[in-house]
């Protein structure tokens, strides 16, 4: 239960109801005890005139003493007899007391209020004289009746509280209950759910509160959607691509060991080097994709010099004879921040397919673009057929200049690789129609990346 959200809520929602009640019951309990106090006083007070008024109308001087006097119960039942009178000569001598009055003097003080212990209990007195008369009238009451009338009033407001408490309590778990109803349609709704169904959560009646949850789901059900469509095509694909070699393994296998013929015995067994390259590029690929397609887009970055990143990649590429590779010099000084991992991955895509798309001899040049944050490779290859180009950064397309052993992911592979180091790849072909050619930009400029310009470096043999 205390997991529960509804149970969480009420307890919030009921402490916050009784600091309330709380709060409420001690600003009633000072308000009460300050206007109980004054309406109070100013009954002492009436009470005191108007028995002046009633001894100063006797003719003559007040006799030495008077009868006693009967003061009449203002409030009835535990209030009764409240008010306690004296009547006391100038001279100090008492004239006359009502019923249940104390003996002893409630004051001291010819005027005013004034506050007395007598018999172990407080008095509040009011105290007025007719000098003319030469009398003097004390009218007090005790403190502790004051106290528990404003307990009594108190009590006589929580009571019907108290006994809404359960009430109020109930409409609250209702109230928590109905508030939490959207988020248990969502889950209801999710618990019917087969794995397969990705439909968007109904956010139509949901309030404000819960639609970040709800769109926070939607957007989950997108991608996980999108990366079984991309696991299905890749498996599909694979399936697809990899029966074509294994199929020419065999067959080839068959007739390199039926034939008794040398050159068709070396012919075949080409043909199974080409496809056991073709299904070793292919497997290699797959793996890269579905790695890179789990990864989010790394912090693991680092000073690169970029000329450096290029000769490790090119130094590790077989390429055939009559291909030249050339860096440029003005590679030397571009320095970015990056992660190794992805940009050499993306840099060796993108020469790999430069040399398997060559026809015969040709070159292959890496060099600075037109900003530090820039470089490109291009090649003497046949370019691209213009109406394929939108095409040939999408997975598995493969154009008409494909090559034997391509697959159509590489250029997938590279853009994948570029966004998760925070790089962009524009293609395109050359502008003087004499090749392809592909730009890696970064998103961001790195402020210590520098640019030597100078010569250029052909390489005829491996860097």
Wanted: proline share 4%; with cysteine.
């Amino acid at each position: 239960m205390i997991g529960s959200l509804r149970v969480r809520l009420f307890f919030v929602l009921l402490g916050a109801t009784g600091i309330v009640w709380i709060a409420a019951v001690i600003w009633i309990y000072a308000s009460s005890q300050r206007e109980l106090e004054n309406v109070l006083d100013t009954r002492l007070q009436e009470a005191a005139r108007m028995v002046v008024s009633l001894v100063g109308s006797i003719e003559g001087h007040v006799p030495e003493t008077l009868p006693e006097l009967s003061s009449a119960p203002a409030v009835t039942g535990n209030y009764e007899r409240q008010l306690s009178c004296q009547v006391w000569s100038i001279q100090g001598r008492m004239i006359g007391r009502s019923s249940g009055a104390p003996e002893q003097r409630l004051s001291d003080q010819n005027a005013g209020f004034s506050e007395r212990q007598i018999d172990g209990e407080t008095w509040r007195v009011y105290a007025t004289e007719d000098a003319a008369k030469g009398f003097r009238v004390l009218v007090g009451d005790r403190l502790g009746l004051r106290e528990r009338l404003v307990a009594d009033l108190i009590k006589g407001l929580l009571w019907p509280a108290l006994l809404i408490a359960p009430l109020l309590g109930l409409l609250i778990w209702i109230s928590v209950g109905r508030g939490l109803r959207p988020l248990q349609a969502i889950a209801s709704d999710l618990v019917g759910r087969d794995a397969d169904d990705m439909r968007p959560v109904d956010a139509s009646r949901t309030p404000s509160e819960v639609m970040p949850l709800a769109t926070a789901l939607n957007a989950l059900f997108d991608k996980v959607a999108l990366a079984r469509r991309h696991e299905r095509e890749i498996t599909a694909f694979a399936a697809h691509e990899l029966r074509s070699p294994l199929t020419g393994l065999k067959t080839q296998a068959q007739v390199a060991l039926a034939t008794t013929d040398p050159a068709v015995a070396r012919a075949a067994l080409q043909q199974i080097l080409v496809a056991v390259d073709r299904a070793t590029r292919l497997v290699r690929q797959l793996l890269t994709l579905a790695r890179l397609d789990a990864r989010a887009e790394t912090d693991d970055h680092g000073r690169l010099p970029m000329r450096a990143v290029i000769n490790d990649v090119v130094r590790m590429t077989p390429r055939p004879d009559g291909v030249a590779v050339v860096i440029d010099d003005d590679l030397t000084g571009v320095t970015w921040t990056g992660n190794r991992e992805c940009l050499e991955l993306a840099i060796r895509n993108l020469h790999e397919n430069a040399i398997q798309h060559m026809q015969g001899a040709g070159e292959v040049r890496w060099r600075a673009g037109a900003s530090p944050r820039s470089i490109v490779i291009e090649d003497t290859g046949p370019g691209v057929p213009e109406d394929e180009l939108p095409k040939i950064g999408q997975r598995f397309f493969r154009g008409r200049n494909k090559s034997a052993i391509g697959s159509g992911l590489g250029l997938a592979i590279t853009s994948l690789a570029l966004d998760r180091t925070g790089a962009d790849l524009q293609i395109g072909n050359r502008h003087d129609r004499r090749g392809f050619q592909a730009e890696i930009k970064l998103r961001a400029l790195d402020s210590g990346a520098e640019v030597a310009r100078g010569k250029a470096q052909k390489l005829t043999e491996p860097v």
